[in-house]
């Protein structure tokens, strides 16, 4: 550990060292959870129930059951505990440390040929309490803050709430809280906090390790650089499964194109994997940003049919076309929907000979409704249908279509029910062959307001 460092530790990064030890011994162990207590006044008592501090436990190395279970303990990245308590000692606070075996506590003497020179050493004393289980130290001359703060770098004690775990790590939301910290997201290796990313949609503990983090951690405890974890949450996020991760995810993309996700969503690997996964787990159409404007009655279809609409990126669209879903299921872009909803049509033709005598005086009235307007587009046909679409949303029923190919207009039966219906349907039908255009479309309403202005100056002029 570079002496630079260790100046600019304060007591809570001392009272961190402690605290992971005592973290690591109880997980080596499997014994009881450790105890963390503050007095009221300036002494905070850190308590595990393992198998109780040694003398050699000072030494810089590290031991080699922590080296062989990298991913399951934190104090394995060359931290000595001697260090954390050099670092409270220079903020003048004293430790002692209770075992079993030995009582601990740290003092300055002459360096060994240097008597000028004077170093920190620990001094090993018989124990004061031999029959205690485990260990526990004693940090006398620090305050409640410096102790809370220590125990905030560690996720068991924030209470964040976990979203997910895969094989690479876990996934958690954001802390809540006042301040800044509490708004941040963090990155935490086996538990223990190593950067905090303001950026970033999710809190991430990293529980299968990689050399570069743990070269980084030997470098750096508390501020790893990114480029060290970046790798590893990668994976995390695409290894995600969980419809909760797939909203969250999805939710935020949806402000890339105006710069408004969150980091994690700059990566396109984790853009396309958010698509897939969502797509799995909800009846959702994806779109861009252009095909929304050229294609808002279509979609209006698709959310009246109670899917969700989510815009992605343009790359995104053009990487899930075709592609399917982490079930297996195809990728429903707009293309999909478009089949799907043409695919939803089918007719069972009625004959005028069928309508009750109401519906045939409504539809006899077509011609009078034609007459109305100045120029009629070309119509092979105007049919009747009992039926339109199989499947689709309930409570909503496509009252006309206007078939393109076959310049048909088909009328569902239900609407002769009313003169004004059947009229109003008619109208909105026919200014799709008169503009060329789609519904939504400026083109479409300009041709269908010319028409109602066309048949209102007709009724009108006949009064």
Known sequence: MKEDLLEAWGPSDGIREIIANALDEQVLTGTD???????????????????????EHFAQEEAEEKLSRPDEVIGKFGVGLKDALAVLYRHGAQVTIHSRHNTFTVEEAPKADFEDVETLHAVVRPPERPGIEGTEAVVEGITEADLEKAKRNFLQFRGEERIEETKYGEIY???????PEGEEAAIYVTGLRVATEPDFLFSYNITSTTKNVRDALNRERSNVGRTAYTPRVK?????AQSEAVAERLTGDLEGFEEGESHDELGWKAVQVHAARLMNSHQ????TTVSEQQEDRDLLEHARRDGKEVITVPDNVREKIRGETDTAGNQMQDVEAYREEYTESFEYEWTSEEDLTDEERAVWDRRHEILELIDEVPHVEAIRISEQMR????EDWKTRGVWETPERHIVIHRPVLGDLADFAATLLHELAHPKSRAKDQTREFERALTE???ETATEALGRE
């Open 173 to 179: 939301g954001r802390p809540e809280g006042e301040g």
């Open 390 to 393: 199989i499947t689709g949303a």
């Open 33 to 55: 959870p450790v105890d963390i207590e503050f007095d009221g006044e300036n002494t905070a008592r850190i308590r595990d129930y393992g198998r109780g501090l040694r003398h």
């Open 283 to 286: 009846d959702v159409v994806f």
């Open 451 to 453: 028409m109602l202005g």
């Open 235 to 239: 994976k995390i996020l695409q290894e």
